[in-house]
């Protein structure tokens, strides 16, 4: 009994100090903003103003936030509506804690360890405590993840950690030779479906690839078990992970009809032909494209070579212990990434629901990590039959080559911040209330958010509706308006509606205005407020139905002469309603499905008792 309480003693300790050697690991992996500022890549700038903004809802009392209000200038867009909640509810979490400048730096070291934490969770089923800590370590400093990281500021995309966790729990099979309800419901299919819900809240594109996979990895497995067992575990967690997250996805995806979503996939730049391995499309304007492209296409090559030579290494020492029904999903998942790189791939793209909004085939890189990880570490981690130092050569061979990835990072893939693009001035212009530009596939139908003009006015008055705001000055950049134009007979402020100890750099509610007037005329009231049909606008106490659909997507309704009070109120549609009471019904089951693993897994563990005493 002592030397099995020893045994455990040490296994735990093998077990914290590799959680140690990863959050050491992803500390380093983000020691370049610490050292040189942070990275502003592709999708920095969004994801600061959502934090900014969800702050702002916050501060007014909004618990759930769905109108990103400094969008467009001042004029807002839908943003939290259609943009998956985890990233910016932690982000906006991280800014009420740190300075701004520490939030993008924290948020990347959460990310990067969630991704080494996760793959070496998944590669103990087949890997002693410190070759899964060396998958870990691969998976965070792979080349995509710091790719993600340092060039993309892609944090949606880095929640890549769900994709171990859901391979970890699709493949358990402790019921092993039990009936096949038993089998498939033995304490997985309740966190698979979190899982699943957590992807899909955190990237939409990260929750198409995780559906994709859990069929085809559930599959696999019963084709290999000869068991329908993992299906039906994946068909329910599908199910349930689908339904928890349905607050967020039933009003994104109907709410699709009221924006121009298409912009998400008709440009060139975002066209998955156009992103094949490899490939150059002929338009000069998608020069900076190709040039990012070869850069990924390198690192799927590499990725796929040194997931592949790893298997083949590690099946030659034996140094994966898992069955075949473990490792052979793990191993289809290089060869099927590569494919899916190719243009002879693209009726698949074409063809399989919603692929497409991938944007990027490369994309599917994030699910190569935790595989490639595993294998490198079996393939790098000698049998325990050699000899020590042999053990510490080769931990020494990885560390660096670990470092050469970050240096790599630090010196290809980081992106120096621009002035106006660092987080103090971007903060500057936050507080002032200026706004910021808005993306373009939030926008209402037929407008253009290039038309909205900078510098606009709470409300301006005009006799004629489609007067036009702003004169354009620099081609390429929106309209700038300024009062002596005289474009507005008049303009007005909404009303201020800070509330007693409610700090000045909360700015106005964002899912509410309101206005008291008093005009000498009837006329058209433009407000700097992009249409969306959630906005209940009245005048008066009466429902005030827009005038016309302006090119810039504003605002514009009639005011009539004399005393008028004009509210703008965000309402809760429908949609969002279904959604939110699928979430609390699918919880509820859920919970039941939990219970009841609870109780198979207790019967499970009572019988081993029992046979153990009768033995």
Request: with cysteine; aromatic share 10%; proline share 6%.
């Amino acid at each position: 009994m002592q030397e099995a309480a020893g045994s455990g003693e040490t296994r735990g300790w093998a077990r914290s100090a590799g959680t140690a050697v990863i959050l050491t690991a992803a500390a380093l992996a983000t020691s370049p903003q610490l050292l040189h500022g942070n990275s502003c890549g592709h999708d920095f700038d969004i994801h600061l103003v959502s934090w900014f903004d969800c702050v702002n809802s916050w501060r007014h009392g909004i618990r759930y936030p769905q109108w990103t209000a400094s969008a467009n200038y001042g004029a807002g867009e839908p943003r939290f509506i259609f943009y998956p909640p985890l990233t910016w509810v932690v982000g906006a979490a991280l800014g009420l804690l740190l300075r701004w400048t520490l939030v993008p730096i924290a948020l990347t070291f959460l990310l990067l360890a969630a991704t080494g934490l996760a793959t070496r969770a998944l590669a103990r089923q087949a890997l002693g405590d410190a070759p899964a800590t060396l998958a870990g370590c691969a998976a965070l400093f792979s080349s995509y993840a710091l790719f993600t990281a340092y060039e993309r500021s892609a944090f949606g995309e880095m929640a890549g950690f769900w994709i171990p966790l859901l391979l970890l729990l699709v493949l358990r099979d402790r019921n092993a030779a039990e009936a096949t309800l038993r089998r498939a419901f033995d304490g997985s299919a309740a966190p698979l479906a979190l899982v699943i819900a957590g992807a899909w809240l955190s990237n939409a594109p990260l929750g198409v690839m995780a559906s994709y996979l859990l069929a085809a990895v559930a599959l696999v497995t019963s084709l290999s078990d000869r068991s329908c067992a993992a299906v039906i575990r994946a068909a329910t967690s599908a199910a349930a992970g689908l339904g928890v997250a349905a607050f967020y996805l039933v009003p994104a995806a109907y709410e699709q009809r009221w924006v121009d979503i298409q912009q998400a996939t008709d440009d060139p730049g975002l066209k998955i032909e156009n992103s094949f391995l490899f490939g150059h499309p002929a338009d000069p304007a998608l020069a900076l494209h190709n040039a990012e492209l070869l850069r990924v296409s390198l690192i799927a090559v590499g990725m796929v070579a040194v997931a592949l030579l790893g298997w083949l290494v590690a099946r030659r020492q034996k140094t994966l212990t898992a069955p075949k029904r473990w490792w052979l999903p793990l191993v289809l998942i290089p060869p099927v990434v590569l494919l899916l790189q190719l243009p002879l791939s693209e009726p698949v793209w074409n063809l399989l629901p919603k692929l497409r909004f991938l944007q990027f085939p490369w994309r599917w890189l994030v699910v190569l990590e935790a595989p490639m990880g595993i294998f490198f570490a079996a393939a790098m981690w000698p049998p325990a039959s050699r000899r020590r130092w042999a053990r510490v050569g080769r931990a020494g061979a990885c560390g660096v080559l670990f470092l050469g990835s970050l240096a790599l990072a630090a010196f290809t893939y980081f992106q120096p911040c621009d002035e106006e693009d660092a987080v103090a001035p971007m903060l500057s212009v936050e507080r002032s209330g200026a706004g910021f530009e808005g993306v373009y596939e939030y926008a209402p139908k037929g407008a253009d958010n290039g038309e909205v003009a900078t510098g606009l006015p709470d409300a301006c008055l005009a006799a004629n509706p489609q007067t036009r705001l702003g004169i354009l000055d620099t081609p390429g950049a929106n309209p700038d308006w300024w009062v002596e134009q005289n474009s507005c007979e008049a303009v007005f402020h909404a009303d201020p509606d800070a509330k007693p100890g409610m700090p000045a750099a909360a700015g106005a509610n964002p899912e509410h205005l309101h206005f008291s007037l008093t005009l000498a005329h009837a006329g058209a009231l433009i407000l700097r407020l992009r249409t969306y049909p959630a906005w209940r606008i009245t005048v008066n106490g009466k429902s005030a139905p827009q005038l016309a659909e302006r090119e810039d997507g504003l605002a514009v309704v009639a005011v009539p002469e004399g005393r008028v009070e004009l509210q703008a109120d965000w309402t809760t549609t429908a949609d969002v309603r279904i959604g939110r009471w699928l979430t609390l019904l699918t919880l509820v089951l859920l919970t039941g499905l939990w219970k009841s693993e609870r109780r198979n897994a207790a019967g499970r563990r009572s019988k081993s008792t029992s046979a153990a005493h009768l033995s």
